[in-house]
C-alpha cells in the first residue's frame, strides 16, 4: 500500500510540473516501478491509474488558477470570449500586436496595454500556485486557440486559461510598444541623419547640386545662347 500511494503522489507530481500526457507517463511510471522494485500491476489497472490520477492533477491545478481571481476580475476574463455581434472576440484583438512602425499603430499598442492592465491581472501572483511552466502551457494554448473553443471549455479549465493567457498578454502587450517604440525612434534617427548628411553635401559641393541630372539650366552670363546668329 505504500508503494502504491508513492507511485500516485509521483504521477501526480509528474502531472502538476509537467504537459506530458498519459502515454510518456505511463511509460516512465513502469521505469519508476521496475528501478523501486514495485511488482508490476496489470497494464489495464496500471493505464486506469495513470488516466485518473493525471486527471485529477489537472482539475485541481485549473480550480486554483479559476480561484484566484475576484469575482469581477472573473467575469470580465469570460467576457473576452464572447464577441457579442462583433467579428471578433475582444481577446482575438488583444491577441493581435502592432502591424505598421507608425505612430498611429503605437498609440493603438498604448491603448491595448491601457486595457490589459486594467483588468488588474497583474495582482495575481500565479507562480506561487502553479508552476510557471504549466502557466505557459496555458498561456500557449489560449494564444492559439480560437475563443469558440474556449468557449467550449469547461468552467474552471476556461478560466484557468484566460487567466494564463491575460497575464502573459501584459507583458507582451508592453514589449511590443517598447519595440515599436525603438523602431520608430531608430527610423526617425535615420531619416535626419540621411538629411543631415545630405545638407552637408549640399554645402561642400554646390556644383554637384547645380550640375546633377534633373537641374534646371542655370541663367548667367556663361549661359549659351540658343538664338540663331544674324537674326
Known amino acids: 500500500m505504500d508503494a502504491e500511494n508513492e507511485f500516485t503522489r509521483w504521477i501526480h507530481a509528474r502531472a502538476w510540473n509537467t504537459s506530458d500526457g498519459p502515454k510518456t507517463i505511463f511509460t516512465d511510471g513502469v521505469r519508476w516501478l521496475r528501478e523501486n522494485a514495485v511488482l508490476l500491476p496489470g497494464v489495464t489497472t496500471l493505464v486506469r491509474l495513470v ?49 505598421k512602425p507608425t505612430g498611429r499603430s503605437l498609440e493603438r499598442g498604448l491603448t491595448r496595454v491601457a486595457e490589459i492592465s486594467g483588468t488588474g491581472i497583474g495582482r495575481l501572483d500565479l507562480e506561487a500556485h502553479v508552476p510557471r511552466r504549466r502557466v505557459v502551457d496555458l498561456a500557449r494554448h489560449g494564444m492559439a486557440a480560437r475563443a469558440q473553443a474556449l468557449r467550449r471549455l469547461g468552467d474552471d479549465r476556461r478560466l484557468a486559461t484566460l487567466v494564463a493567457t491575460v497575464a502573459y498578454l501584459e507583458g507582451r502587450a508592453v514589449d511590443d510598444c517598447l519595440e515599436l517604440l525603438d523602431l520608430l525612434m531608430t527610423t526617425d534617427l535615420l531619416s535626419k541623419a540621411e538629411k543631415a548628411a545630405g545638407d552637408e553635401q549640399k554645402r561642400r559641393h554646390p556644383s554637384l547640386v547645380r550640375h546633377s541630372p534633373g537641374s534646371p539650366p542655370q541663367s548667367g552670363c556663361c549661359s549659351t545662347s540658343t538664338t540663331p546668329a544674324g537674326s
Not at 481571481?69 to 470570449?81: D, E, I, K, S, T
Open 51 to 99: 488516466s485518473r490520477v493525471r486527471d485529477e492533477a489537472l482539475d485541481e491545478m485549473y480550480a486554483t488558477l479559476a480561484g484566484l481571481p475576484g469575482p469581477y476580475l472573473a467575469a470580465r476574463l469570460g467576457g473576452l470570449v464572447v464577441a457579442d455581434g462583433a467579428r471578433y472576440s475582444e481577446l482575438e484583438l488583444w491577441r493581435r500586436g502592432p502591424s
